[in-house]
């Protein structure tokens, strides 16, 4: 089993954690892990598509800590970022909540939603000022479903592709 093959069975499984989660009332955790898997999504891609991913501005300027696995190095924020210079979001942006913004844009809130399981980025605020209940959880399900939904779409996209291809050269055998 090759490391994308993990990542996508780790994406899963925190999706169906979070789901649990959610159903226990436990929506900081659901919450946590909706945003787990989906850093696990775009890991698995980046290791699917290397070659594009090295064309991006990011892997031009990060210092990886490993030779093999670079996928692994990238922070969540520089996921996303490639997977919107790549295309693997849509570029479209729409207004959701009086906010105007891409699938990238909501990827990186649950990113930022998905860190308040460090204390130290929720003690700087006021505790109260953050609820995570069955409402932001839904928001963050929704967030999760159409990026991944996004990313199954861009790997069905280069399947057909590939299978066309191998059409096309049996035919001009």
């Known amino acids: 089993m090759n490391i994308s093959d993990r990542l996508t ?14 159903r226990g009332r436990a929506y900081l955790a659901a919450c946590v892990m909706q945003g787990a898997a989906l850093e696990g ?6 290791f699917l598509y290397p070659d594009e991913v090295r064309k991006t501005a990011i892997f031009q300027r ?11 190095d990238f922070k969540y924020h520089e996921l996303i ?6 295309g693997w979001f849509p570029p479209r942006r729409f207004l959701v909540w009086g906010k105007r913004t891409n699938v990238a844009g ?14 130290g980025v929720w003690a700087p605020e006021r505790p109260e000022s ?3 209940g069955k409402g932001v959880y839904g928001a963050v399900y929704e967030i999760f479903d159409v990026a991944n939904s996004w990313l199954i779409h861009r790997v069905m996209q280069n399947i057909r592709r590939h299978m066309a291809r191998g059409e096309r050269k049996k035919k001009g055998r």
């Open 81 to 86: 970022k490639i997977a919107d210079e790549l």
């Open 9 to 22: 069975h780790l994406s899963v499984f925190y999706h169906k954690e979070a789901q649990r989660c959610s």
């Open 130 to 132: 953050t609820k995570f």
């Open 41 to 46: 999504a775009l890991q698995c891609l980046c």
């Open 62 to 72: 990060k210092r990886f800590k490993h030779k093999r696995n670079k996928a692994l």
């Open 106 to 119: 909501w990827a990186d809130e649950l990113r930022k939603l998905r860190n308040y399981v460090h204390p």
